[in-house]
């Protein structure tokens, strides 16, 4: 009995082939045997009546497109022909398609015979479907809907400006200072200004070649702060810019300026030299002057200061002193530090 109940669950693991897989073990076997006898004639007759014994028996896929032909020509709303249009029908791997030619003809072949819809996109047109009946040789592809004209954008008024800076004293050079233009409306809107640099020249004068028309704020940078947006030297009340053809194309503008000079000592009045002289906004420490040192006879001088709140600090060694000072107007300012530990 055990034997028996063995060999019916061998039995039952066996594989059972579908029809499907005798199908493509019998195309595998009609394959080989066509491959193997090419070069001898027709294959024997079992060969050929093996198909129809397959129930129900192997046929032929037919043509996935169809044997009809469109043709046609493709003309303009105003009844011209129109070339290069791309004529197409049909989606995916079924798609047929052609360019029109310089007479404006078109063929597509292979098609189903009866109800296609044909889709043209044709020069100067919206896109446009015609349903049309295969076979048809001669159709007309009349476009009816042309594109509208593009939108026209006001042209740039570009200008050329020249300038003059004036200092606040006669003998303040200014040559290789900046001047930034920095424009008062919103950069993402068509035809705002955009934010334009130009160096002054030892006479101090300075130019813009091509300037976007509009309002600006000007800007007057020292050297080292060339391509920065601080300090601003110039008088607030005359730093707006109108540019344009209705405006003057030249300016002058009014530098506000002043400087801090003094000595720094020790606390028995001797001058300390070398000593290191730092000084910022109230305020806002991270925007630094570049720093200075002491002359041998413990002078310092710090220029280009906007009118303000300065925090002025100073050290040598383990010494130091700092104090706060006010810059009123153009004028030297006068600061004497006595490092103490």
Known sequence: MKNDKERQDQAEEQPTLTRSSWIGIISLILVIAISSLQSEGDPPA???????????????PEHPLGSATLSGTVLSSEGHVVPDALVYTGTGELLTWEYSDADGRFSLEALPAGQVIVRVIGDGHEPQDFTRTAPLLDTRLSLSTPLSGAISLPALE????????MPPRSDWGLEGYELWLEPLRPPHEFGAPISSRATVQADRSVSFEELLAGSYRAHLLPPWARAGTWPNLLDPETALLSIGLAEKSNFQLI?????????????????????????????EPHQLWPPTRTDQDGHYALRDLPVGTYRLQSSAGASSAELVIQVTDSSISHADLSLGH
């Not at 570009?158 to 800076?165: A, E, L, N, P």
């Not at 000595?263 to 002289?277: C, F, K, N, W, Y």
């Open 255 to 283: 530098m506000t300026a002043g400087e801090i000079e003094g000595r720094v000592t020790d606390q028995s009045g001797a001058p300390i030299s070398e000593a290191l002289v730092r000084l910022s906004p109230a305020g």
């Open 46 to 60: 079992w060969i050929q009546e093996l198909p129809g014994r397959i129930n129900p028996p192997l046929s032929s």
């Open 158 to 165: 570009m200008v050329k400006v020249t300038g003059s800076i």
